[in-house]
């Protein structure tokens, strides 16, 4: 049904005579990252990959971090007219972190700064965290959480992503960023590790034509499953905070022989975590009560 909208909202572009309709507008709510009830078997988010093959001019992928850019991106949608727009949030209580005007200015923006999460304000950093979506996002802040309590002075840049096709480069998206404009957020030589909703060869594949696509290492779904944990379903992934941390140890230069101990305490929390889950059946609590504490 998606493939022959969007084929068809192609071809009455054509036609000057053909007046515009009001956008095809997806809420995807009960997506991969939770799976307390509903297991492996019914989730996956490949729905983003197919609607990333179709033409720029008609398609748009949304995955807001909190409810208010939810509303915003929600806002802009509804008003939208001539597009396929998929928006990708879950349905469960979560964090908010930007107020309404700011969710506003960042939805708006697609892609940014978060400078709050961020500790190289003032220069390059020595590695970039970006994300997208919302429990990507949860887990990159926990682990910017993580590295100003076990690594301080490791100067950390926090992007997040809401309009995913601001990836791409501006002459294959109406949306896509100017290699200038990407190089200035991503840097053209720092590590960059991404956690992603999706599959991530997906972002490979909108940013491989990037100036430092080599240092781009994402973490996102694995196809892997249970009726388990929201924590224990990220483990099981490698998309979860202790894992990005490990990441960022193996990545920037010289930090994994600097950082053992650091490396090493979060392979046992990972390995803690896990173990709590099996006997409780539910998540840790310094997990399932976590929020930015800055």
């Known amino acids: ?55 720029a001019e008609i398609v748009r992928v949304y995955l807001p971090p909190d409810a208010n850019c939810l509303l915003s991106v929600a806002d802009h949608c509804f008003r939208s007219r001539n597009y396929v727009n998929v928006i990708v ?51 990159t802040l926990a682990a910017a959480d993580l590295i100003r309590r076990h690594l301080p002075g490791l100067r950390v840049r926090l992007v997040n992503v809401v309009d995913l096709m601001r990836l791409q480069p501006e002459r294959e998206h109406p949306h896509g960023l100017s290699d200038r404009d990407f190089d200035a957020l991503f840097t053209v030589d720092r590590p960059i590790i991404f956690a992603f909703h999706g599959y991530p060869w997906l972002i490979h594949r909108l940013a491989y034509r990037r100036t430092n696509h ?36 193996d990545r920037v230069p010289g930090l994994r022989e600097r950082a053992a101990d650091v490396r090493e305490r979060m392979t046992e929390q990972r390995r803690a975590a896990r173990v709590y889950t099996r006997e409780h059946g539910e998540d840790p609590p310094e997990i399932r009560h976590w929020s930015w504490p800055y």
């Not at 515009?20 to 799976?35: D, K, M």
């Not at 940014?112 to 999460?117: K, L, M, Y």
Request: glycine share 6%; net charge negative.
């Open 214 to 249: 080599n240092n781009l290492h994402v973490r996102g779904y694995k196809e892997e499953g249970t009726v388990t944990t929201p924590f224990d379903m990220v483990m099981l992934n490698d998309l979860d905070r202790y894992h990005l941390v490990m990441d960022v140890i």
């Open 89 to 139: 949030a879950g349905k469960q209580p979560s964090l908010s972190y930007l107020s309404i005007d700011d969710a506003i200015a960042h939805s708006a923006r697609g892609i940014g700064v978060w400078h709050w999460a961020s500790d190289a304000d003032d220069g390059e950093p020595d590695v970039v965290l970006a994300c997208c979506g919302d429990i990507p996002t949860l887990e």
């Open 1 to 55: 049904m998606f493939n022959q909208h969007a084929k068809w909202l192609k071809m009455t572009r054509e036609l000057p005579w053909r007046r515009p309709v009001a956008s095809l507008n997806y809420l995807l709510t009960s997506h991969v990252w939770r799976q307390d009830h509903n297991g492996f078997s019914h989730q996956d988010p490949g729905f983003i990959d197919l609607v990333a093959n179709k033409k």
